[in-house]
């Protein structure tokens, strides 16, 4: 079965983006798929579909010194690391794709004339498909540029080619009005509509049939501490340039790692300091050593600045995701607001304190794995240290208890993950 795969999130850095594509493609091969055409997450950020990886940002090519230079931007220059972010979704490649559901048809006989972008290739991939696999993946939320372009490349291949199209893996908060109004029209003519947390499942019943899955990256599991301490603890064994990441771990270790609101609502150098303040406030409870995980580049600079500032080891964004999920599986807690690292953490048994989110994904994790669902603001350090570190400690307590079955719940999770794939196994 020759799959289209939409999505291919391992172009993206972060490390949940990897691990969730990586774990997913495998699941498809193994079902029988075979993933003949692939588009990255670049390709969809940047409209450009050539056989040829697209350039990372939108239609303009970014090289590596570009992107290194983006990993090593202090908090000190809030505005330059904004500018490097900048996403615009309008003009050159991107003004094919939908602003509004109304547009839809309009578009597609344009990008079935349009020459240029690769249109021409991506459209002939889907036309050979026996299958189309979209990894929703977190894009589903606001009206960026990539969530209109996974809907529009959708309806492509299912009105205009016939081509049987699936979406999985994925967490949906339809709060912007015309990304919502797209999806209400065109996830009823999915196969399959997948989502990685119960919330959007339930929110999104009324207008699609649709079911849950544990995320894909479940299927990462952490090496068992004894044999992994002895070799990751060897001098200089995380230090990825241009991190360093000294720390010891056969002792006692916790994790602290940062949010997907670094893209929207914090300010860098308000996050900075809240995270120098709840690095202290850790120490003042925990005896053990403080490792900080950087898994997004838009976090780099900021975690950068509190290892300098507090001399601790940072766990980069360029770390390879085994080693990821064997730090945060191994701690004796994480304590941060992104989902995937969360993940990580659970997987081993370590109990999370959440902090602010994006979106309700941080909750709707917690729920499921029978934590306390409360997140915590880290630019509120008067308000909500107290709480926060009331919670990490009684986490702390409860001790090998809480994660024997913290680790069996993500046993669960991880073996019920493929069925992001059932579709795909039940074709003749």
Known sequence: MNVAFINDSTSNPNWGDRAAAISLMAMVETAGGRIAHAVTEDALRASIFTEKPAP????????????????????????????????????????????EWGEFERAAEAAAREPRYGWPVLLSALGRADLVVIHGDGAMVGNDVIPRTDLFLAYIAKRRLGRPV???????????PDLRG?????????????????????????????????DTAFAFQPAARDAWASLAGRPTFFDIWPDTASFDPARPYLCVGGSSLVWAAWDPDDMTAGLVDLVRGIRSIYPGQVVLTASDVAEHGVFAAVAAELGLPLIGVTTPVQQAVDILGNADAYVGGRWHPSIFALRGGAPVVALDAKTFKMQALLDSAGLPSRTFDVRQGARDAPALLGLLADHLEQGAELRRRLRAWAEEQAKASVGNVRYLEARP
């Not at 992107?67 to 615009?88: N, Q, S, Y």
């Open 56 to 99: 990372v940002g939108a239609g303009s090519p970014e090289t590596l010194t570009h992107r290194a230079i983006r990993l090593c931007v202090p908090p000190l220059f809030p505005a330059v690391g904004r500018r490097l972010r900048r996403r615009p979704d309008d003009g050159g490649p991107s003004g094919l794709i939908p602003q």
């Open 166 to 176: 699936i979406i999985v893996n994925h967490t949906a908060d339809f709060d912007h």
């Open 182 to 214: 797209m999806a209400e029209h065109v996830y009823p003519l999915f196969d399959d509509v997948v989502f990685r947390d119960p919330v959007s499942a339930e929110r999104c019943a009324s207008f699609c049939a649709c079911r849950y899955a544990p």
